[in-house]
């Protein structure tokens, strides 16, 4: 069965997770093999981080756009939920700059700065040349003089990315924005596919030059993001019990399902319809909160890709003894509530903004490549609180009393397999 599949449908079809824990223990294996001639091995990982920063901005643009354009708030709403998604999202922010601080994960590995960078310039000249003409950003080559490979090899992404759409009607400027938008995901999706070459480049590049040294600091980076996002839950389900009227296990018990999915996809948008089903129909709660916080909030609540973000660049800063003044811990606060607003629900999406957090604070990008190790984990992990995210703005506009129908004993009956809803508390 498994002879007739050709390498390329066998790669695709294997899970991302599993390619990128493959490419790790590779890495291992031929970093141990190789030692310090492992250190060109980083450059495919420089490749692919590029080409994530090249998609950024636009995939941010489009998404915002597309927002605006499909959301249908009603009047009066709209302050109460961008007011509960603000704070929500800077809670996230600074409890992960808390626990980082706190942790410090990053006192355990030193890097010089552009280590990495010096050990790949020195490595293989054609291939710093082609790099070189890897676009930084999708509008860089038409504006920049001479860059006319760069322009040749967005030409070639945009014309191979568009043909999917090319017969798609374009009838009003909603579609427009569709089709730029899912433009940019087919790219962004080419990109993902890549990453395992990325993880295991860097990873035989870091084992062969450095040793273990590094992964001991990425363990403790792990269970930093995961104090940071259990604390963060903690949060929302105190504020669900003192905000809104389902209890906290009631909700969890409920939006099961969708918790599962999302960590399990790693996409809070392809979770959503299931968020807002399970909103409506186990949670009980009215129409248009579920809709406003499950489809709206998908796109733009993303509290544990913001906390992600924040503990991310307090890491690697760390890792280079730099200590970021106020100013720039202001900056890593600001430029991660924009980075998760406009990062798409998908796998991955937060490591592409998280090049506009380090480059607003001047970290090298580079070095989110270290990340790429770890982030096919954590990514589930925040995709989760994004889902908690939007479930619980749902819950907080719900509001200190059920929806009429919620409140009689039929629905009650009805719900949850008979569970039984703790409804009892309001007096
Ligand atoms: N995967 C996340 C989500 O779907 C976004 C991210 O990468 O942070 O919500």
Redesign the pocket.
Known sequence: MLENRSPARWWTETPLYLRIIGALVLGVVVGLLLGKNAAALATPAKLILRLLGAVAAPLILFAIVRAFLHARIERGTAPKLARLLLLNTTVAILIGMAVANLIRPGDHAQLTPHETHAAAKGAADPLTQFLDNVPKSVLGPLTDDGKVLSVILLAIAFGLALRRSRDTPVRTIADLVDVGFNTMLTILHWIIQVIPFGVFGIVASIVGTKGFSDFKALGIFVITVLVALGLHTAYYLIRIRLWSWPRPLYVLRGMRDALVMAFST????ATMPVTYARLRDNVKLREQSASLGALVGANFN?D??AL?EAVSALFIAQMLGMELTLTQQLMVVLTSIAASVG?A???????VTMTLVFKAVGLPVEYIAILLTVDWFL?RC??TV?VLGDINVSCLLDGQTPAPAASTSSSMAHNLNNEAIPLGDKP
């Open positions: 790693a996409s809070s948008t993303n544990g890709t992600y990062a629900g998908i796998p991955e999406a937060g490591l990514d925040r995709t994004n």
